[in-house]
């Protein structure tokens, strides 16, 4: 009879299950972390006793908890704390703004990092800032921008921090751009390799241990705030196993982890691929861990050699001719341990090249059940992906398009871009396939602009990509971010939907998902997020149930402290005035116009339009705060 008694029971909702046997119910029974059963009110508190606490959900919609099938978690949380975020901020005037106030609090010798997770086109301004408007804000605080993966800006406080000069040589795969002097002028190209990127951003002070477990907190609940409850992390450059890990170990260790987190193995060091997975399938069990934290297999980085990085304002690269041998040495140690894997390819020419090393190691070893897969395949072309299938391997697709679509156009054309990737072929031709973000540095965590994105079509700076056989409806896009994901992380059947016996992961979306217009749907939130039965975040009419409480950001000079996360929602009337209210941003754009005046306090469609100086940071009514011109 205790194996039938719920810990906690939710009621009066309008749950939608994705349990095709039973797609709708009011209320769940919650034991030991999982669903125990999906029914009516009456059904469900019937099976409650004293002890059963009882939750009324107050009539409001209830969708299974998102999860993310490719993102940077470990390493982003380790740095969350320290890096200002404009993902989501609709003006660029608003976002110098937030640089120049976060430059006046931070100590030396600290950057201030601004790192992905935003493009240039999201911007009313449809521009970044210049290096001279980031040197009038910051002359003595290093400042490092990161846009996608194609450039970093640095003012001259940061190369002087980092040590480039004139004599510093041209790092291969990129470029440190020059004056007529030689000296660097602070902008750095990947050409198309984003190693300088990210080398350049290693050098800047790190937080100690303590802070990074905070940050990581910060960065969970900001990912609860928004509806994630679970993540596959690809691992990443700079990220190295098991000193990074360190981190998410400990909270795992302390019952602290409030997104359930499976975790890839990324190699290096070019060159000395086949010796770390050697390595690693011998010291590291495929699924070690919890349901919380644990291991999902190799990648995304299998060899350097396949990496065809996705800038998109670069002409595409060839793959080396070692490209097939340097992969079959790895495939083969992978496949030879069951161990799971996933490829980063953009471009179908990899990815053929890629198949036709996996079809050699199929001829020896099945690699049917092994849940290998691709990761982005933005180009990928119908014969491939029913080579995909052929083999039982699936496809992971992310939002990367909705913050590079314009720049894919301006070098592909617009017929081009019209799959990129071909997501509705896809699932008719029966291939696993699955959504994510790739956050944070290509583009933002925020899951409600992936799902929009699917469903509108559209970029972020309001581009229309796809014509309307590749675009999904609702259910089909949140079945991509909840139970196709299952099968990416061996987990079908366990979590994904809201039915007896799967994780008890489930959230309460700010609006009704199904129902608000198709333009407000990158708006959403999450009010309630529960996670194996426990309220990680709660807000709204939801606070009280909230627990997980957060010590605050450390360092007391975090941007996140605040500016919390996307869309600078921690500031909603100041820096996140015209990110946060969709209709009155809509409006806004209508007329060409996306900033408040603070001054005349009103909002100016002329401003942006005219040829007066009114973005100017440093002219008369810029240095009042004043962003629209008077007339």
Same mark, same amino acid.
């Given at each position: 009879?205790?194996?039938?008694?719920?810990?906690?029971?939710?009621?009066?909702?309008?749950?939608?299950?994705?349990?095709?046997?039973?797609?709708?119910?009011?209320?769940?029974?919650?034991?030991?972390?999982?669903?125990?059963?999906?029914?009516?009110?009456?059904?469900?508190? #019937?099976?409650?006793?004293?002890? *059963?606490?009882?939750?009324?959900?107050?009539?409001?919609?209830?969708?299974?908890?998102?999860?993310?099938?490719?993102? !940077?978690?470990?390493?982003?949380?380790?740095?969350?704390?320290?890096?200002?975020?404009?993902?989501?901020?609709?003006?660029?005037?608003?976002? &110098?703004?937030?640089?120049?106030?976060?430059?006046?609090?931070?100590?030396?010798?600290?950057?201030?990092? $601004?790192?992905?997770?935003?493009?240039?086109?999201?911007?009313?301004?449809?521009?970044?800032?210049?290096?001279?408007?980031?040197? #009038?804000?910051?002359?003595?605080?290093?400042?490092? &921008?990161?846009?996608?993966?194609?450039?970093?800006?640095?003012?001259?406080?940061?190369?002087?921090?980092?040590?480039?000069?004139?004599?510093?040589?041209?790092?291969?795969?990129?470029?440190?751009?020059?004056?007529?002097?030689?000296?660097?002028?602070?902008?750095?190209?990947?050409?198309?390799?984003?190693?300088?990127?990210?080398?350049?951003?290693?050098?800047?002070?790190?937080?100690?241990?303590?802070?990074?477990?905070?940050?990581?907190? !910060?960065? =969970?609940?900001?990912?609860?705030?928004?509806?994630?409850?679970?993540?596959?992390?690809?691992?990443?450059?700079?990220?190295?196993?098991?000193?990074?890990?360190? $981190?998410?170990?400990?909270?795992?260790?302390?019952?602290?982890?409030?997104?359930?987190?499976?975790?890839? &193995?990324?190699?290096?060091?070019?060159?000395?691929?086949?010796?770390?997975?050697?390595?690693?399938?011998?010291?590291?069990?495929?699924?070690?861990?919890?349901?919380?934290?644990?291991?999902?297999?190799?990648?995304?980085?299998?060899?350097?050699?396949?990496?065809?990085?996705?800038?998109?304002?670069?002409?595409?690269?060839?793959?080396?001719?070692? =490209?097939?041998?340097?992969?079959?040495?790895?495939?083969?140690?992978?496949?030879?341990?069951?161990?799971?894997?996933?490829?980063? #390819?953009?471009?179908?020419?990899?990815?053929?090249?890629?198949?036709? +090393?996996?079809?050699?190691?199929?001829?020896?070893?099945?690699?049917?059940?092994?849940?290998?897969?691709?990761? !982005?395949?933005?180009?990928?072309?119908?014969?491939?992906?029913?080579?995909?299938?052929?083999?039982?391997?699936?496809?992971?697709?992310?939002?990367?398009?909705?913050?590079?679509?314009?720049?894919? $156009?301006?070098?592909?054309?617009?017929?081009?871009?019209?799959? *990129?990737?071909?997501?509705?072929?896809?699932?008719?031709?029966?291939?696993? +396939?699955?959504?994510?973000?790739?956050?944070?540095? +290509?583009?933002?965590?925020?899951?409600?602009?992936?799902?929009?994105?699917?469903? *509108?079509?559209?970029?972020?700076?309001?581009?229309? &990509?796809?014509?309307?056989?590749?675009?999904?409806?609702?259910?089909?896009?949140?079945?991509?971010?909840?139970?196709?994901?299952?099968?990416?992380?061996?987990?079908?059947?366990?979590?994904?939907?809201?039915?007896?016996?799967?994780?008890?992961?489930?959230?309460?979306?700010?609006?009704?998902?199904?129902? $608000?217009?198709?333009?407000?749907?990158?708006?959403? *939130?999450?009010?309630?997020?529960? +996670?194996?039965?426990?309220?990680?975040?709660?807000?709204?009419?939801?606070?009280?149930?909230?627990?997980?409480?957060?010590?605050?950001?450390?360092?007391?000079?975090?941007?996140?402290?605040?500016?919390?996360?996307?869309?600078?929602?921690?500031?909603?009337?100041?820096?996140?005035?015209?990110?946060?209210?969709?209709?009155?941003?809509?409006?806004?754009?209508?007329?060409?116009?996306?900033?408040?005046?603070?001054?005349?306090? !009103?909002?100016?469609?002329?401003?942006?339009?005219?040829?007066?100086?009114?973005?100017?940071?440093?002219?008369?009514?810029?240095?009042?705060?004043?962003?629209?011109?008077?007339?």
């Amino acid at each position: 009879m205790a194996d039938s008694i719920p810990d906690i029971v939710f009621h009066n909702g309008r749950i939608t299950t994705l349990d095709r046997g039973n797609p709708a119910a009011t209320a769940v029974a919650i034991k030991d972390g999982k669903f125990l059963a999906v029914g009516s009110d009456s059904d469900m508190l #019937a099976l409650a006793t004293p002890a *059963t606490r009882a939750i009324d959900l107050l009539g409001r919609q209830v969708l299974p908890g998102l999860y993310d099938n490719h993102t !940077h978690v470990v390493r982003g949380g380790l740095n969350y704390n320290l890096e200002l975020r404009w993902d989501g901020v609709r003006s660029l005037a608003d976002a &110098l703004d937030m640089l120049r106030r976060q430059v006046a609090i931070t100590p030396a010798p600290q950057w201030v990092r $601004v790192v992905g997770g935003f493009t240039e086109h999201q911007f009313a301004e449809k521009r970044l800032p210049t290096i001279d408007e980031i040197n #009038a804000i910051a002359p003595d605080t290093p400042v490092f &921008l990161l846009h996608l993966y194609d450039r970093a800006l640095l003012n001259g406080a940061a190369l002087r921090a980092v040590g480039y000069t004139k004599d510093t040589p041209q790092p291969p795969g990129g470029e440190i751009t020059r004056d007529a002097n030689g000296n660097p002028t602070g902008l750095l190209l990947a050409k198309p390799n984003a190693m300088i990127l990210y080398s350049t951003l290693a050098k800047g002070p790190k937080l100690p241990f303590d802070y990074q477990v905070n940050s990581t907190r !910060h960065f =969970m609940r900001e990912l609860n705030r928004l509806g994630v409850t679970g993540l596959i992390d690809a691992g990443g450059g700079f990220q190295n196993y098991p000193e990074d890990y360190a $981190v998410i170990q400990k909270l795992a260790d302390e019952g602290q982890m409030t997104v359930r987190l499976a975790y890839n &193995l990324f190699t290096q060091k070019p060159k000395e691929e086949k010796e770390d997975f050697l390595n690693w399938t011998s010291s590291v069990k495929y699924k070690q861990g919890t349901d919380y934290f644990r291991h999902n297999g190799a990648g995304e980085m299998l060899v350097f050699s396949a990496a065809d990085f996705e800038d998109f304002r670069q002409p595409r690269p060839d793959m080396p001719p070692e =490209m097939e041998g340097e992969l079959e040495e790895v495939v083969r140690i992978l496949a030879q341990n069951n161990w799971p894997w996933r490829l980063h #390819a953009t471009y179908d020419e990899t990815i053929s090249r890629a198949l036709d +090393v996996f079809e050699k190691v199929n001829q020896d070893i099945p690699l049917r059940g092994i849940n290998w897969f691709f990761d !982005h395949a933005e180009t990928i072309s119908d014969k491939s992906i029913d080579r995909v299938a052929e083999l039982g391997g699936g496809i992971a697709v992310q939002h990367r398009m909705a913050y590079q679509g314009e720049y894919f $156009v301006e070098r592909y054309g617009a017929k081009a871009a019209e799959a *990129t990737p071909p997501i509705a072929k896809i699932l008719d031709r029966g291939v696993k +396939v699955s959504a994510g973000t790739d956050a944070t540095r +290509v583009a933002s965590y925020n899951p409600w602009v992936s799902l929009s994105w699917m469903i *509108t079509g559209k970029t972020v700076g309001g581009m229309r &990509l796809y014509p309307q056989h590749n675009l999904l409806d609702r259910e089909t896009a949140l079945r991509m971010w909840t139970e196709n994901v299952a099968w990416f992380s061996n987990e079908e059947n366990k979590r994904g939907r809201i039915q007896a016996g799967q994780f008890a992961d489930f959230i309460v979306p700010s609006k009704d998902y199904f129902g $608000v217009p198709e333009d407000e749907i990158s708006f959403l *939130t999450s009010h309630l997020t529960v +996670v194996g039965g426990r309220i990680v975040y709660g807000e709204e009419q939801f606070l009280s149930l909230d627990d997980n409480p957060v010590p605050p950001a450390m360092p007391d000079w975090s941007p996140t402290r605040l500016f919390k996360g996307y869309g600078a929602w921690g500031e909603p009337e100041g820096a996140g005035k015209n990110s946060l209210q969709p209709l009155r941003y809509k409006a806004i754009a209508s007329c060409g116009c996306a900033s408040a005046c603070g001054l005349h306090g !009103h909002d100016h469609a002329r401003a942006w339009a005219s040829k007066v100086p009114a973005s100017d940071l440093n002219g008369f009514f810029g240095a009042l705060g004043c962003s629209c011109w008077a007339v």
